[in-house]
């Protein structure tokens, strides 16, 4: 019964640190988003979550507003302390030296070279410590972060928005607006989460999009944008590349581009991502390979149909989100979500994992993990 009741007190406390890592999503890539609660007899002292990348982790900010209260008390973290050098010294020292009593983690470090060595530490300097709690809300909380560290790729989202019957535009191209203003808003939400954002040229071309994340208060970095033109034929006019974040913006393209439209692009100042083809198109894995160097845990995918198929087909999409507007558009022309040539057999299909649907708006929002 004791232990029964102790449980769920770490859960508890454990869900509130859940919720203050949620406040640095966005803004500390590429570390993993972590918060951190300090408890003594039962009452919080201290509160922290990591901030910005760079600065003190989680388990410095509640240990620092705890001060001299941290002494014999318990150390929630969601994610296992570090226990190496990196922009800020281990967080491990700052736990030692504070003489907290026990500690409690969501999460083991799904870094293989670290994982398990903090906690360690900590139950050699005679701390107790306490495993797996919540552990699979926390898992979720670091799930980009995991991805990028076991595969040095980023973890890619789709995100596409069809009628009813299953158009992303009419056959003119016009897709403005699909879904609902509530919708829209979810997705700068998104955009706030994640890394870097990418479309095609096409889609580029038609819709002149910013690509940027417009919500209020917004206190994050933008992400970067990247636009996919194996050629390179797409115009330097485009907001993309002009506006105020244009140094954010990077044009994909073949190795294979011609010469004179290359030395063209260099002297426009827009930078380039130059990779080699496979079977006439962009070589995915050495683009996402190239990126994850860069520090790029997440991809958003914004289109269009012909993008998101190739992503599909290379087989690297991990989520996605498909809004569906209560709206007939018609015409056989009419662009779909996922373009290509398309599966011979239904036996073929893309199967998720996991489906879940939900209603914002009007609009009817699928998510699908792969």
């Given at each position: ?44 002292v ?44 281990p ?13 409690v ?5 799904p ?45 890619v ?43 095609g ?95 790029v845990?997440s ?5 269009g ?11 690297y ?54």
């Open positions: 019964m004791k232990t029964s009741k102790k449980l769920e007190e770490d859960k508890k406390f454990m869900r509130m640190a859940l919720r203050l890592a949620e406040k640095g999503r966005g803004c500390v890539s590429p570390n993993p988003i972590v918060g951190a609660v300090v408890v003594k007899a039962g009452k919080v201290g509160r922290g979550y990591h901030q910005e990348y760079g600065g003190a982790h989680a388990e410095v900010h509640a240990l620092e507003q705890a001060g001299k209260r941290a002494k014999n008390a318990t150390l929630y973290v969601t994610l296992e302390p570090c226990c190496s050098y990196g922009k800020t010294p967080c491990l020292n700052e736990i030692l030296e504070t003489g907290i009593k026990r500690v983690i969501g999460t083991r470090d870094n293989l070279r670290h994982a398990g060595k903090g906690l360690d530490i900590l139950r050699k300097r005679k701390i107790q410590v306490t495993e797996a709690v919540e552990e699979e809300k926390a898992q979720e909380l670091i799930r980009y972060f995991s991805h990028w560290i076991k595969k040095k790729i980023p973890y989202i789709v995100k596409q928005a069809m009628s009813l019957d299953g158009k992303i535009a009419t056959y003119k191209g016009d897709s403005k607006w699909i879904s609902s203003p509530k919708s829209r808003e979810w997705v700068h939400q998104l955009r706030s989460q994640v890394d870097a954002i990418l479309v040229k096409t889609t580029a071309q038609k819709d002149d999009p910013l690509l940027t994340c417009r919500l209020p208060q917004w206190r994050g970095e933008q992400p970067i944008r990247f636009v996919l033109s194996r050629d390179g034929k797409v115009s330097p006019n485009l907001k993309l590349f002009t506006k105020n974040q244009s140094e954010l913006t990077f044009l994909v393209a073949s190795t294979k581009m011609n010469a004179k439209l290359k030395d063209k692009w260099e002297r426009s100042g827009v930078p380039l991502i130059l990779v080699p083809e496979k079977r006439g198109k962009i070589d995915f894995d050495k683009f996402l390979k190239a990126i994850g160097e860069m520090g845990m991809l958003l995918v914004e289109g149909g012909e993008t998101v198929a190739s992503f599909f087909e290379a087989k999409v991990n989520q996605l989100f498909l809004f569906v507007a209560p709206k007939i558009v018609g015409g056989k022309e009419a662009p779909t979500p996922v373009g290509g040539l398309g599966l011979a057999k239904m036996s073929q299909a893309i199967k998720p994992k996991m489906v879940e649907t939900k209603q914002i708006d009007k609009d009817l929002l699928i998510e699908a993990t792969f």
